[in-house]
C-alpha cells in the first residue's frame, strides 16, 4: 500500500471516530481540553491499537471475528443511543444520570465501538504488503485529529443552534451502528 491508500484507509477509519466525537461536543456544551484530549486519545489508541491485534491475529480467527465485528459494534452504539435518547426524554431526570462523555468508561467504550473496524482492516494488512507501524502512525494520528475536530464544530454547532444534544446523539449513535451492520451484512 501506498502512503496515499494508507491516509485514505485512515480517514475511512477515522469517520465513526468523527461522528461520535460530533456527540460528544454536543453533549458537553462548551470547549473543555482535558476530556476533549482523553476522548481524541483514546480514540486515536485504539483506532492504532485495533490494527496491530488484526494484524497479529492474522488469518487464524478471521473468521470469528468477521461474523460478528459488526453485531458488536452495533450492539455497543445502539445501546448508548437508547439510552441517550430515553435519559433525554426523562422529564425528571437528574442531570448525573445522564450519559457522561467525559467518564474513562464511556470513552473506552465509545473507543472499543468505533475502531473495531479496524480490527478488520489490520486482518486484511496481514495479507498484503503493508508497514504496520507505519499504518498504526498513521491511523492513530487521523483518527485523533478528526475526534478533536469532530468535539471543536460540535460544540460550537451546539451553542449556536441550541440543540437537543443527548436526544440528536442518541440518534446518530443509532444511525453509525446500522451503518456499520448495514454496511456488513450488504457486503
Not at 75 to 89: P, R, Y
Request: hydrophobic letters at 60%.
Amino acid at each position: 500500500m501506498t502512503v496515499i491508500e494508507l491516509i485514505l484507509t485512515a480517514i475511512a477509519l477515522a469517520m465513526d471516530c468523527f461522528a461520535v466525537s460530533i456527540v460528544c461536543g454536543m453533549v458537553m456544551k462548551r470547549v473543555q481540553l482535558w476530556p476533549m484530549f482523553k476522548i481524541a486519545f483514546f480514540f486515536g489508541l485504539f483506532q492504532a491499537m485495533m490494527p496491530c491485534i488484526g494484524w497479529f491475529c492474522g488469518t487464524q480467527f478471521y473468521h470469528l471475528i468477521s461474523r460478528v465485528d459488526h453485531w458488536i459494534a452495533f450492539g455497543i452504539l445502539a445501546f448508548l443511543g437508547v439510552k441517550m435518547i430515553i435519559d433525554d426524554l426523562k422529564p425528571d431526570c437528574d442531570e448525573a444520570e445522564h450519559i457522561n462523555p467525559y467518564a474513562l468508561k464511556m470513552i473506552l467504550t465509545m473507543a472499543v465501538a468505533t475502531s473495531i473496524d479496524a480490527l478488520a482492516v489490520g486482518l486484511s494488512f496481514s495479507m498484503v504488503q503493508v508497514k504496520l507501524w507505519q499504518s498504526v502512525v498513521i491511523i492513530g494520528i487521523t483518527s485523533f485529529v478528526l475526534s478533536w475536530i469532530g468535539m471543536l464544530l460540535s460544540v460550537f454547532l451546539g451553542k449556536k443552534l441550541h440543540l437537543k444534544a443527548e436526544l440528536i446523539g442518541g440518534i446518530i449513535l443509532i444511525i453509525i451502528g446500522l451503518r456499520i451492520l448495514i454496511e456488513h451484512l450488504c457486503a
